[in-house]
């Protein structure tokens, strides 16, 4: 039932941030961001197609909701952090993560374990530059892992912004060839 509501606002959300028109559109991108990163499984990059037409030159505008995005998901992922830090001691809400239909906890937690164990929050930065892979999957096994709330806001933005650039790269890129 929860999944199912979630679901349907996120795709709610999708809409609005696809039709998100000027400056005030730019508020959309950052809360949508900031939900991305510990509620909504939805994909992040959606942010990189808001008609915004904010009067500055595409790169600008491209650079800037790059960074509002990025942001939005740091900030959030401050939040999830919290609430992983809670999950450490929350039996009821890891056995509800390992129930969900994306069986989030037992898909992720090799990898991102792993990337976490080897790499620490380098690791979670290059985990959420992948394109199209759940941030909030990548979030959440992390934050059980970590303890910094700083180190891991700013892996979340640097992640972040580089999943939004390689986005805008491949995407661009096949724009230009087609």
Same mark, same amino acid.
């Given at each position: 039932?929860?999944? =199912? !509501?979630?679901? #349907? ?5 999708? @809409?609005?941030?696809? =039709?998100?028109?000027?400056?005030? $559109? ?10 991305? +990163? ?35 998901? #740091? ?9 992983? /830090?809670?999950?450490? *001691? @929350? ?6 993560? %390992? %129930?969900? *239909?994306?069986? !989030?906890? /037992?898909?992720?937690?090799? *990898? ?5 164990? /080897?790499?620490?929050? $380098?690791?979670? #930065? ?14 959440? +096994? &992390? +934050? !059980? ?5 700083? *180190? &891991? @806001? +700013?892996?979340? &933005?640097?992640?972040?912004?580089? %999943?939004?650039?390689?986005? #805008?790269? !491949? ?8």
């Amino acid at each position: 039932m929860l999944e =199912t !509501v979630i679901a #349907a606002v996120g795709g709610g959300l999708e @809409a609005v941030v696809e =039709t998100a028109t000027g400056w005030p $559109g730019m508020a959309v991108i950052f809360a949508y961001s900031f939900l991305i +990163a510990f509620v909504l499984p939805g994909p992040s990059e959606i942010v990189l197609i808001a008609p915004l037409d904010l009067g500055l030159p595409s790169w600008a505008q491209l650079s800037s909701v790059m960074l509002v995005s990025a942001i939005g998901k #740091a900030v959030g992922s401050v939040l999830a952090f919290h609430i992983g /830090q809670e999950v450490k *001691r @929350a039996g009821p809400v890891t056995r509800w993560l %390992r %129930r969900s *239909r994306w069986d !989030v906890l /037992q898909w992720s937690e090799k *990898r991102s374990v792993q990337l976490a164990q /080897q790499y620490g929050y $380098g690791g979670m #930065a290059i985990a959420l530059s992948v394109p199209f892979f759940p941030d909030t999957i990548s979030i959440y +096994a &992390f +934050a !059980v892992l970590e303890t910094d709330y700083v *180190r &891991f @806001a +700013a892996a979340t &933005f640097l992640g972040s912004l580089g %999943r939004l650039l390689v986005t #805008a790269g !491949v995407f661009g890129g096949l724009v230009t060839v087609f």
